[in-house]
């Protein structure tokens, strides 16, 4: 069984800096496109940041360019999503997400993708 487990989340200032994990197990994701997105209240979920499956490309949203950095560790089938000078409006679920097809280009769309975690919340305090 996959399962996607996303931690890291929690209350912070504005500022401040986070970083969220998201463990797999079940099945190795090292050479998938995995991917990060959110959903605030009261509205869709939206695309963060993301990986080809080779991981030499990435893209960002435009909202968290230069403040969010995607990686990920192999070796410990985890990906991360590294958050510095958080904002009020990053306050949202945070929802990790991995593909079985295999793409060069970026997956941007929630259908893209077949496994979700359960999602953590982050929450910054103006």
């Known amino acids: 069984q996959v399962q996607l487990v996303e931690s890291g989340g929690g209350l912070v200032q504005a500022g401040s800096s986070l970083r969220l994990s998201c463990a797999a197990s079940g099945r190795t994701f090292s050479a998938n496109n995995m991917g990060w997105f959110r959903q605030a209240p009261g509205q869709a979920r939206e695309f963060v940041a993301a990986?080809?499956?080779?991981?030499?490309?990435?893209d960002y949203t435009d909202s968290v360019k230069g403040r969010f950095s995607i990686s990920r560790d192999n070796n410990k089938n985890t990906l991360y999503l590294q958050m510095n000078s958080l904002k009020s409006e990053d306050t949202a679920v945070y929802y990790c997400?991995?593909?079985?097809?295999?793409?060069?280009?970026?997956?941007?769309?929630?259908?893209?993708?077949?496994?979700w975690g359960q999602g953590t919340q982050v929450t910054v305090s103006s």
């Open positions: 990986f080809s499956w080779t991981g030499s490309r990435t």
């Open positions: 997400a991995a593909a079985v097809r295999r793409s060069a280009t970026i997956y941007y769309t929630e259908r893209e993708y077949d496994y």
